[in-house]
């Protein structure tokens, strides 16, 4: 019996070794999918780039660099450097006309296809250090042991990072914004940040070599000098004082070889102020420029600057040299960077490479939190700033002035997580009954409705086409006796108070319902948010799909039909872009109706989510109304209608598919929804047995019965 078993048990070992082997073979096949699939991303950004720079017309092709080095470029002439401080003059210190005078006149097609060529290897190379300096775990506990399962697992961890790491680095740096501008301007600013990140990470292993890096670094940009002071505060001070060394020596250098240009740089200009732009300017992410932007000038600007760079400069420092300690080095070196970025007479854009280094960074207790970050930046630097805000007067300063704002959150604000901390790598979990991070949910929010708006301006389809799926729709609609628009318009259109009342209907509550409906599922139904958030997102999503593949003319762009258009009056029809109305959003953009299938998401959720009647009634009536409202003021056929609530259902349809495939039901608070007992989640008695304390109504939360996971779906199920 004894052998039996143990045969038996060795089979089953046996059996249990093969199921784990092919479900690491699965996992490592889909890995390395995963990173084919990246670096073929990776590859097509980086000819996407080449090619968008080296196709532009001579005039825009490498601006910066022609006007520099070009057969009449500032440094090909014998005159000075910064006889004209606009656009198009000199802006580097004259350590870098130094070095660059020897190119001055090469052929333009040549250099220009070596410069890009060359600035292509420059990013890579950042990448790739970038990624090196990354730390490998937490500072202390079990999981960095060389022994068992845990030192497996970071082995198998330390080889496959940089395989994807890397790739991904890369692809950042490609779309963002200071790359893009360095490859369209033929500007050097990856060099010093190459140097300098390179020197300060090498300051234990060679100080003398890295002290040179990161004074060469200085002498080209000066406001990196700020390196020699992080590298004293971490005890590297060899390569601190070969830092100040050689950033002075480089100096001088270049002031005895070129002494009227090192006197206008240094004393005329300030280190660069008023070269390449006007220092006011919104290009200018300093507080310099922000300062004068506020109105500041002359000496009260300069003081009130000095003083401020002064903060900023010794908080940034302080804060680099204690994650530098904490092993964080990658991120002791943005930290340094932002500083340098915030106290800069002058940072134009190709010159922030160092904020988008800062999504290194970990910030958050949970583990939703420590998204917010490095996607608000990874949006700053990527987009503009007409995408991160919208268009409202008060909010316009913060997406003009993203850039330096989150360069100074980096230097002086945010608490990133040390990695002595549990919370490194193990943050507190945020499951699907958790509110999600406020701040997250309105970045992601506000960039999806803008490429929803972008996606929808650029659907295909012009007016033949859009003209032609209209008299589809009404081919299909009256055989069926379905078309009630042109009857259902003309009443309203000869009703001024029908008009006028679903004029601002229509304009109005297609925004403001969903709004204030998520707003208040967010505030106190956090799990009923996720799942209504998602459903609308991925309807949203179908909708696009459908005004891509199907352009409809709605009926008041019908001509000859005899429709009335009660909001915008009359259109001209001779004009294909009828007016300005083109220029606000895609006119053929009927099927679906997503008036219609926005109403119908908030009906379905409103009567989910109460249990009383009169709202229920209401929600029920809405989608109905609207539906009625959308074909009065002729925009919509009854049609597009159904199309909206098609794909709504099949936004709901995901939403379900998606929360049974992470172990839970599409959240309803309903009468019915109580605990085993018959106590409502988030009541006293819940609290009592373990539940979350002060959790709201209908919100799953803590521990006990209304956990998450089994006891947390038994609580969100539907009676």
Do not use: K
């Not at 470029?73 to 198009?88: F, I, R, V």
């Not at 340094?336 to 854009?349: F, H, I, K, L, N």
């Not at 009630?484 to 209907?505: C, K, P, R, S």
């Amino acid at each position: 019996m004894a052998a039996r078993r143990t045969g038996r048990s060795g089979a089953g070992v046996t059996a249990d070794t093969g199921e784990r082997t092919a479900g690491r073979g699965t996992r490592e096949g889909a890995l390395f999918a995963l990173l084919a699939g990246v670096w073929l991303l990776v590859a097509a950004l980086a000819a996407r780039q080449a090619l968008a720079v080296l196709r532009l017309p001579p005039e825009r092709r490498l601006t910066d660099l022609f006007a520099w080095l070009g057969e009449r470029g500032t440094l090909s002439e014998p005159g000075p450097l910064y006889a004209d401080g606009g656009q198009g003059a000199f802006t580097g210190t004259p350590l870098a006309g130094l070095v660059l005078r020897p190119l001055a006149g090469a052929g333009a097609q040549g250099i220009g296809v070596v410069w890009t060529g060359l600035t292509l290897l420059l990013v890579a190379a950042l990448g790739v250090l970038a990624v090196r300096a990354l730390p490998d775990g937490p500072a202390h506990g079990a999981d960095t042991g060389p022994a068992g399962a845990a030192g497996v697992a970071g082995r198998a961890a330390a080889w496959r990072r940089p395989l994807l790491a890397v790739p991904v680095a890369l692809a950042l740096l490609l779309v963002s914004l200071p790359v893009r501008n360095t490859f369209t301007l033929g500007q050097t600013s990856i060099i010093p940040v190459l140097l300098a990140l390179g020197g300060f990470l090498a300051a234990r292993r060679a100080p003398r070599a890295a002290g040179a890096a990161a004074g060469l670094a200085a002498a080209l940009q000066p406001p990196l000098l700020l390196f020699a002071g992080v590298l004293w505060l971490t005890g590297r001070r060899p390569a601190a004082a070969g830092a100040a060394v050689t950033a002075a020596a480089a100096t001088a250098l270049a002031w005895a070889a070129l002494p009227a240009d090192s006197w206008a740089y240094w004393v005329h200009h300030v280190a660069g102020v008023g070269l390449g732009g006007a220092s006011d300017g919104l290009a200018n992410q300093s507080l310099h420029g922000l300062l004068l932007r506020l109105g500041l000038s002359g000496p009260p600007e300069t003081a009130v600057w000095a003083v401020l760079a002064a903060a900023v400069a010794a908080l940034g420092l302080r804060r680099a040299a204690s994650y530098a300690r904490d092993g964080q080095w990658l991120l002791a070196a943005a930290v340094t960077g932002c500083a340098a970025v915030a106290v800069s007479p002058v940072a134009w854009q190709h010159q922030q490479l160092w904020v988008l280094l800062a999504v290194v960074g970990r910030v958050g207790r949970r583990r939703g939190d420590r998204w917010v970050w490095p996607v608000a930046v990874v949006l700053v630097m990527t987009l503009d700033a007409a995408v991160l805000v919208p268009d409202i007067g008060w909010l316009a300063p913060l997406g003009e002035n993203a850039p330096l704002l989150a360069a100074l959150l980096a230097a002086c604000a945010l608490p990133f997580v040390s990695r002595s901390s549990p919370l490194w790598s193990r943050p507190e979990p945020s499951g699907p009954f958790s509110r999600p991070n406020l701040m997250l949910e309105l970045l992601l929010i506000r960039v999806g409705y803008f490429a929803y708006s972008w996606v929808r301006a650029l659907a295909a389809g012009g007016r033949e086409s859009a003209e032609a799926h209209g008299r589809q729709m009404l081919a299909l609609e009256r055989p069926l006796g379905l078309d009630v628009e042109h009857g259902l318009n003309q009443i309203v259109a000869g009703t001024a108070w029908l008009t006028d009342t679903m004029n601002f209907y229509y304009g109005a509550f297609h925004f403001l319902v969903p709004i204030v409906l998520l707003a208040w599922l967010y505030l106190s139904r956090p799990a009923a948010y996720r799942w209504a958030r998602t459903s609308l997102c991925l309807a949203t999503l179908l909708g696009l799909v459908g005004f891509w593949l199907y352009p409809l003319a709605p009926p008041r762009l019908m001509p000859g039909l005899g429709y009335v258009d009660t909001a915008h009056g009359p259109q001209n029809f001779d004009d294909p872009d009828f007016g300005v109305l083109t220029g606000v959003s895609n006119q053929y953009a009927a099927m679906p109706s997503l008036h219609v299938g926005w109403s119908l998401w908030a009906a379905v959720v409103v009567v989910r989510l109460t249990p009383r009647l009169v709202p229920r009634m209401l929600a029920a009536a809405y989608p109905l109304l609207t539906t009625v409202v959308v074909m009065g003021t002729a925009n919509h056929y009854l049609l597009d209608a159904v199309g909206g609530a098609v794909v709504v259902a099949a936004g709901f349809a995901a939403a379900r598919l998606w929360w049974r495939r992470h172990g839970a039901d599409a959240p309803a608070v309903l009468p019915a929804q109580r605990t085993p007992d018959g106590a409502r989640p988030g009541s006293p008695r819940v609290a009592a047995r373990g539940g979350a304390p002060g959790a709201p109504p209908g919100t799953p939360g803590g521990r006990g019965v209304v956990d998450a996971g089994t006891a947390g779906e038994a609580a969100c199920a539907p009676r």
